[in-house]
Each structure stands twice: as structure tokens, then as C-alpha cells.
């Protein structure tokens, strides 16, 4: 039996990257997913996402899959999401809050210097978004320790809290990344095995949290990063 056989996923983030590969590869394990994303279709910087939407290429492919348009800093639209779950499958059982922006990889720039609108934003998609459901590292320290906090809130009802910390994997972001910030080159000598990464590799660790797998992991954060972290 596939490993996330008769479980239903909600997925944030899900038209394009990182939340693109989870989804599909939750359907490939059986899972019934709800795509969750302002938009369907995936951003320009990845001509291959563009050909098909995630939905979509989970249908064509066997697998069970609805799109819900979904702000993720907005409260209704994340309780919409949700129930749009449990109106088309019935249930939920594991939910990805994958979304997450870096508005400053296109115009880098000193706290002092960083427009208020950027940090807003950030901290709105990356933070707040995790809660229902400098500004990036600031907002990435925050759903870290809202995932051991919100563990340790819900442990008595076996409800699993785990965060998945991806390194640089060759996403849209990514893209932008290594145009404005810092090259790729420097990028590949920082991994010990040689990244970036793609998604599918993030993809694969998402399987396991989201299986009886992980059955006795909650509160933890788990690096999926070519041991960029541990140089």
C-alpha cells in the first residue's frame, strides 16, 4: 500500500516549486490533495511548471486533486481551503503550509533601507500564514519555534507538528536568488553535496512526515538542505 493511502493533504504554495513537487508526489503516494495558491498556473521563472497546473498534472496522472485560490494571510481563505477539503474528501489530514515569499532576493537591501511594505508582506505570507494555517530570516526563526510551541499545544491529541527546512533548491525564488543576491557558484561550494537541490528531493521528506513514518516525530525541524547547515 502506497504510504499516504486514503489520507487527504491540503497543500499552500502548491502552483509552482517546492509545494508543486510535494503535492504531486503526496498523489503519488495515494493522497487526495487540495492545491492551495493565489494562482494555478506556476511563475514564468520555471518554463517546465508552465506547461500544465499542479491539479491538473495530478489528475492526468491517476491521482485525486481540487485548486482552491487562496491568500494565505487571509483568515477566511485559509478556513475556506480547509473546508474545501472536507467538502470534496471528507476529511484532512495533513496540511503543508508551504507558501512563503522572499520579496528582498529581487532588490536586496540593509534593514534601514528595506521598505516597510517588504517586511510587511514577508512576515504576512511567511508567518502569519503558518499561524492559520532581517525580514525572511525573521520570519523563517518565527515558524520555527511556532512549530515547537504549536507541537507541544496538540501532542494530546496525536496531532504531529513538524517543520521541513529546505536549502537552496531550484525553485522560482531560487531564480531570483542567485540573480540579485549571490551566485550559483558560490552556492555549490557551500553544500558539502554539491546543490542546489531540486524539489523532489524536499518533496520525498515531505512523504515521510506526512506517513506512519514519522509517527513518533512532532516538534522537530528537519533540514533537507545538501548539509548546507552543517558546514
Given at each position: 500500500?502506497?504510504?499516504?493511502?486514503?489520507?487527504?493533504?491540503?497543500?499552500?504554495?502548491?502552483?509552482?516549486?517546492?509545494?508543486?513537487?510535494?503535492?504531486?508526489?503526496?498523489?503519488?503516494?495515494?493522497?487526495?490533495?487540495?492545491?492551495?495558491?493565489?494562482?494555478?498556473?506556476?511563475?514564468?521563472?520555471?518554463?517546465?511548471?508552465?506547461?500544465?497546473?499542479?491539479?491538473?498534472?495530478?489528475?492526468?496522472?491517476?491521482?485525486?486533486?481540487v485548486?482552491?485560490?487562496?491568500?494565505?494571510?487571509?483568515?477566511?481563505?485559509?478556513?475556506?481551503?480547509?473546508?474545501?477539503?472536507?467538502?470534496?474528501?471528507?476529511?484532512?489530514?495533513?496540511?503543508?503550509?508551504?507558501?512563503?515569499?522572499?520579496?528582498?532576493?529581487?532588490?536586496p537591501?540593509?534593514?534601514?533601507?528595506?521598505?516597510?511594505?517588504?517586511?510587511?508582506?514577508?512576515?504576512?505570507?511567511?508567518?502569519?500564514?503558518?499561524?492559520?494555517?532581517?525580514?525572511?530570516?525573521?520570519?523563517?526563526?518565527?515558524?520555527?519555534?511556532?512549530?515547537?510551541q504549536v507541537?507541544?499545544?496538540?501532542?494530546g491529541?496525536?496531532?504531529?507538528?513538524?517543520?521541513?527546512?529546505p536549502?537552496?533548491?531550484?525553485?522560482?525564488?531560487?531564480?531570483?536568488?542567485?540573480?540579485?543576491?549571490?551566485?550559483?557558484?558560490?552556492?555549490?561550494?557551500?553544500h558539502?553535496?554539491?546543490?542546489?537541490?531540486?524539489?523532489?528531493?524536499?518533496?520525498?521528506?515531505?512523504?515521510?512526515?506526512?506517513?506512519?513514518?514519522a509517527?513518533?516525530?512532532?516538534?522537530?525541524?528537519?533540514?533537507?538542505?545538501?548539509?548546507?547547515?552543517?558546514?
Open positions: 500500500m502506497s504510504r499516504l493511502a486514503n489520507k487527504v493533504a491540503l497543500v499552500t504554495g502548491a502552483s509552482s516549486g517546492l509545494g508543486r513537487a510535494i503535492a504531486i508526489r503526496y498523489a503519488q503516494e495515494g493522497a487526495r490533495v487540495v492545491c492551495a495558491d493565489l494562482c494555478s498556473t506556476a511563475r514564468s521563472q520555471v518554463p517546465e511548471e508552465l506547461d500544465m497546473t499542479t491539479h491538473d498534472a495530478i489528475v492526468m496522472g491517476g491521482g485525486e486533486a485548486f482552491v485560490k487562496t491568500d494565505v494571510g487571509d483568515a477566511r481563505d485559509m478556513r475556506n481551503a480547509v473546508e474545501a477539503a472536507a467538502g470534496e474528501f471528507g476529511r484532512l489530514d495533513v496540511v503543508v503550509n508551504n507558501a512563503g515569499v522572499a520579496l528582498e532576493a529581487k532588490r537591501a540593509k534593514i534601514h533601507l528595506t521598505e516597510e511594505k517588504v517586511w510587511d508582506t514577508t512576515l504576512r505570507v511567511n508567518a502569519r500564514s503558518v499561524f492559520l494555517g532581517s525580514s525572511y530570516c525573521a520570519s523563517k526563526a518565527a515558524v520555527s519555534n511556532l512549530t515547537r507541537a507541544l499545544d496538540y501532542a491529541d496525536r496531532i504531529h507538528v513538524n517543520a521541513l527546512c536549502g537552496y533548491t531550484r525553485t522560482a525564488i531560487f531564480e531570483d536568488t542567485t540573480e540579485h543576491m549571490i551566485a550559483l557558484q558560490d552556492l555549490q561550494r557551500r558539502p553535496l554539491k546543490g542546489p537541490g531540486n524539489p523532489e528531493d524536499v518533496a520525498r521528506m515531505a512523504v515521510v512526515l506526512a506517513s506512519e513514518d509517527s513518533w516525530m512532532t516538534g522537530s525541524c528537519v533540514a533537507v538542505d545538501g548539509g548546507y547547515t552543517a558546514r
